[in-house]
């Protein structure tokens, strides 16, 4: 599993109440992901890092933050979560020294906006 | 940027059976294409990829091919059970990108049935 957990794992909260998500890697993987996933949709980049502080937007940034301080956290936050932010929630990595572009996931956030 | 199409969206096949699914990429300049499974409730995980030096990979039951040409490539399973039903994805970096992205397909719900 690439030593990656996610928290929580399943969260509702209320249309207009912020939301942070946490993705924790301890292999010192330089790449990671947030990826968010909507039935017919597939997977869709939210934001993603490169690096401690260097981080850009994905196709589906609109809505959301994310900040990373510490090469093993990743956080995405909703500001003002909506009920079309309701998806699973997936964060990834690219391996260490990675030639191509493996990616591998976390086991997923359900969120839930009422 | 790079779009990945995929199809079918749903696929339903008798067990021993073989299943196809297809996806054509935009960019010819993308180099790497892996295929994910992902179960009900389960993380994607990856279970093949190809290089675009090669056109065809195996293994065991399961095969990749790729068409640079025409800009498809195609998972083959073979000898199908009841546990490959779930969903897959393909994906194809964007070769312009630094950070490792991938653009993935919409998916397809494979159904073995017994």
């Known amino acids: 599993d690439a030593g990656i957990t996610q928290s929580p794992r399943h969260k509702v909260t209320e249309t207009g109440t912020p939301v942070t998500l946490r993705c924790h890697q301890t292999?010192?993987?330089?790449?990671m992901y947030w990826y968010r996933q909507d039935p017919g949709h597939g997977l869709r980049l939210i934001h993603y890092?490169?690096?401690?502080?260097?981080?850009d937007k994905g196709e589906v940034s609109d809505g959301y933050s994310v900040s990373r301080s510490k090469t093993e956290d990743f956080l995405l936050t909703l500001e003002s979560a909506t009920s079309s932010q309701t998806s699973v929630y997936f964060c990834?990595?690219?391996?260490?020294?990675?030639?191509?572009?493996?990616?591998?996931f976390g086991p997923g956030t359900r969120l839930t906006v009422l | 940027g790079e779009n990945v199409e995929q199809h079918p969206s749903t696929l339903s096949v008798q067990e021993g059976d073989s299943a196809v699914i297809k996806c054509t990429y935009s960019?010819?300049?993308?180099?790497?294409f892996p295929w994910y499974k992902q179960e009900l409730g389960k993380r994607p995980q990856l279970i093949i990829d190809?290089?675009?030096?090669?056109g065809e990979k195996k293994d065991q039951r399961i095969a990749v091919t790729l068409n640079k040409t025409a800009k498809h490539f195609s998972l083959h399973i073979t000898e199908t059970q009841p546990e490959d039903s779930a969903v897959y994805f393909c994906?194809?970096?964007?070769?312009?990108?630094?950070?490792?992205?991938?653009?993935f397909g919409q998916g397809t719900e494979l159904s073995v049935k017994p």
């Open positions: 990834a990595i690219r391996l260490r020294g990675a030639t191509y572009n493996e990616q591998f």
């Open positions: 292999e010192n993987h330089r790449y």
């Open positions: 890092s490169y690096g401690v502080k260097d981080t």
């Open positions: 960019d010819s300049a993308s180099n790497y």
């Open positions: 190809i290089r675009s030096n090669v």
């Open positions: 994906a194809a970096p964007d070769p312009y990108n630094q950070g490792g992205k991938l653009i």
